[in-house]
Nanobody
Framework: QVQLVESGGGLVQPGGSLRLSCAASGIIFSICTMGWYRQAPGEQRELVARFTSDGDTNVADSVKGRFTISRDNAKRTVSLQMSSLNPEDTAVYYC?????????WGQGTQVTVSS
């Protein structure tokens, strides 16, 4: 059974930082592509950052230079380091994994940027 468990969300002031982590189980982590998406109220889910199948990264223009994605195959985790957060980053953040063309999603973690 595949499980993706996210952690690290919360409330942060503008300009602050947060680190999200996603722990995966039930998959062969090293053969999967993975990333982070987010969905703000009333908006569609959008890509934040992801690893491609050849190991490169895709990062949304809106977060380039502020967010960094990383993965640890041994620990089966994918993380998102977020800095210089602003209110427009407020959303539910979802961990996503694709293994052999099957998509898996975490339950989501709320990130709220507010003073």
């Amino acid at each position: 059974q595949v499980q993706l468990v996210e952690s690290g969300g919360g409330l942060v002031q503008p300009g602050g930082s947060l680190r999200l982590s996603c722990a995966a189980s039930g998959i062969i982590f090293s053969i999967c592509t993975m990333g982070w998406y987010r969905q703000a109220p009333g908006e569609q889910r959008e890509l934040v950052a992801r690893f491609t199948s050849d190991g490169d990264t895709n990062v949304a223009d809106s977060v380039k230079g502020r967010f960094t994605i990383s993965r640890d195959n041994a620990k089966r985790t994918v993380s998102l380091q977020m800095s210089s957060l602003n209110p427009e980053d407020t959303a539910v953040y979802y961990c996503h994994v694709n293994c052999r063309n099957i998509n898996y999603w975490g339950q989501g973690t709320q990130v709220t940027v507010s003073s």
